[in-house]
Nanobody
Protein backbone atom coordinates (compact mmCIF):
# COMPACT_ATOMS: atom_id res chain seq x y z
CA UNK A 1 0.00 0.00 0.00
CA UNK A 2 1.28 3.43 -0.97
CA UNK A 3 -0.13 6.73 0.24
CA UNK A 4 0.54 9.86 -1.79
CA UNK A 5 0.24 13.45 -0.60
CA UNK A 6 0.57 16.34 -3.04
CA UNK A 7 1.49 19.90 -2.16
CA UNK A 8 2.62 23.11 -3.81
CA UNK A 9 -0.46 24.18 -5.70
CA UNK A 10 -1.73 27.72 -5.70
CA UNK A 11 -2.91 30.75 -7.62
CA UNK A 12 -0.41 32.35 -9.98
CA UNK A 13 -0.42 34.66 -12.97
CA UNK A 14 0.25 33.50 -16.49
CA UNK A 15 3.97 33.11 -17.15
CA UNK A 16 4.79 32.23 -13.55
CA UNK A 17 6.25 29.01 -12.19
CA UNK A 18 5.18 26.51 -9.56
CA UNK A 19 6.72 23.33 -8.22
CA UNK A 20 4.44 20.56 -7.09
CA UNK A 21 5.62 17.87 -4.72
CA UNK A 22 4.20 14.46 -3.97
CA UNK A 23 5.48 12.55 -0.97
CA UNK A 24 4.93 8.80 -0.82
CA UNK A 25 4.77 6.49 2.14
CA UNK A 26 6.40 3.08 2.16
CA UNK A 27 9.86 1.63 1.70
CA UNK A 28 9.64 0.60 -1.93
CA UNK A 29 9.19 3.99 -3.58
CA UNK A 30 11.92 3.32 -6.14
CA UNK A 31 9.97 0.31 -7.39
CA UNK A 32 7.18 2.52 -8.67
CA UNK A 33 6.95 4.57 -11.79
CA UNK A 34 5.36 7.88 -10.92
CA UNK A 35 3.06 10.08 -12.90
CA UNK A 36 1.33 13.42 -12.77
CA UNK A 37 -2.19 13.87 -14.09
CA UNK A 38 -4.59 16.79 -14.08
CA UNK A 39 -8.29 17.37 -14.32
CA UNK A 40 -9.85 20.67 -15.27
CA UNK A 41 -13.49 21.49 -14.46
CA UNK A 42 -15.83 19.70 -16.82
CA UNK A 43 -13.02 17.75 -18.44
CA UNK A 44 -11.64 14.25 -18.15
CA UNK A 45 -8.45 13.57 -16.26
CA UNK A 46 -5.42 13.73 -18.53
CA UNK A 47 -1.85 12.53 -18.35
CA UNK A 48 0.81 15.19 -17.80
CA UNK A 49 4.16 13.52 -17.14
CA UNK A 50 5.72 10.22 -16.10
CA UNK A 51 9.05 9.00 -14.73
CA UNK A 52 10.50 5.54 -14.23
CA UNK A 53 11.58 4.28 -10.82
CA UNK A 54 15.25 4.96 -11.39
CA UNK A 55 14.62 8.34 -13.06
CA UNK A 56 16.15 6.97 -16.23
CA UNK A 57 13.23 7.93 -18.45
CA UNK A 58 10.72 10.74 -18.41
CA UNK A 59 7.85 11.41 -20.77
CA UNK A 60 5.34 14.23 -21.21
CA UNK A 61 2.07 15.20 -22.78
CA UNK A 62 2.61 17.38 -25.84
CA UNK A 63 0.75 20.23 -24.16
CA UNK A 64 3.40 20.59 -21.43
CA UNK A 65 6.56 19.43 -23.20
CA UNK A 66 9.31 22.02 -22.84
CA UNK A 67 7.53 23.80 -19.97
CA UNK A 68 7.12 21.12 -17.29
CA UNK A 69 9.80 18.86 -15.80
CA UNK A 70 9.16 15.76 -13.72
CA UNK A 71 11.83 14.53 -11.34
CA UNK A 72 12.09 12.39 -8.24
CA UNK A 73 14.20 11.83 -5.15
CA UNK A 74 14.04 8.21 -4.08
CA UNK A 75 15.93 9.16 -0.93
CA UNK A 76 13.08 11.49 0.01
CA UNK A 77 10.25 9.35 -1.40
CA UNK A 78 9.15 12.38 -3.36
CA UNK A 79 8.29 13.17 -6.96
CA UNK A 80 8.23 16.73 -8.27
CA UNK A 81 6.64 18.60 -11.12
CA UNK A 82 8.35 21.85 -12.03
CA UNK A 83 5.93 23.95 -14.04
CA UNK A 84 7.25 26.97 -15.92
CA UNK A 85 5.59 29.44 -18.26
CA UNK A 86 2.19 28.56 -16.88
CA UNK A 87 -0.86 29.27 -18.98
CA UNK A 88 -4.51 29.71 -17.98
CA UNK A 89 -5.25 26.38 -19.69
CA UNK A 90 -2.98 24.68 -17.15
CA UNK A 91 -5.60 25.41 -14.48
CA UNK A 92 -6.66 22.09 -12.97
CA UNK A 93 -6.44 19.82 -9.98
CA UNK A 94 -3.12 18.00 -10.25
CA UNK A 95 -2.77 14.43 -9.03
CA UNK A 96 0.27 12.26 -8.58
CA UNK A 97 0.05 8.53 -9.08
CA UNK A 98 2.21 5.45 -8.52
CA UNK A 99 2.29 2.26 -10.54
CA UNK A 100 4.58 -0.75 -10.30
CA UNK A 101 3.71 -2.07 -13.76
CA UNK A 102 3.93 1.16 -15.73
CA UNK A 103 6.30 0.79 -18.66
CA UNK A 104 8.35 3.59 -20.17
CA UNK A 105 6.19 6.05 -22.10
CA UNK A 106 2.97 4.34 -20.98
CA UNK A 107 -0.05 6.17 -19.58
CA UNK A 108 -0.74 3.49 -17.00
CA UNK A 109 -1.78 1.43 -15.19
CA UNK A 110 -1.39 3.45 -12.01
CA UNK A 111 -2.43 1.77 -8.79
CA UNK A 112 -2.30 4.56 -6.22
CA UNK A 113 -3.45 8.16 -6.37
CA UNK A 114 -3.08 11.25 -4.24
CA UNK A 115 -5.90 13.55 -3.24
CA UNK A 116 -4.87 16.32 -5.63
CA UNK A 117 -3.68 19.91 -5.37
CA UNK A 118 -5.32 22.86 -7.10
CA UNK A 119 -3.37 24.95 -9.59
CA UNK A 120 -5.03 28.10 -10.87
CA UNK A 121 -3.41 30.31 -13.48
CA UNK A 122 -4.93 33.71 -14.07
CA UNK A 123 -4.57 35.63 -17.32
Amino acid sequence: QVQLVESGGGLVQAGASLRLSCEASGRTFSSYAMGWFRQAPGKEREFVAGITGNSGTTWYADSVKGRFTISRSNAKNTVYLQMNSLKPEDTAVYYCAAGVYVKRYALGPYDYWGQGTQVTVSS
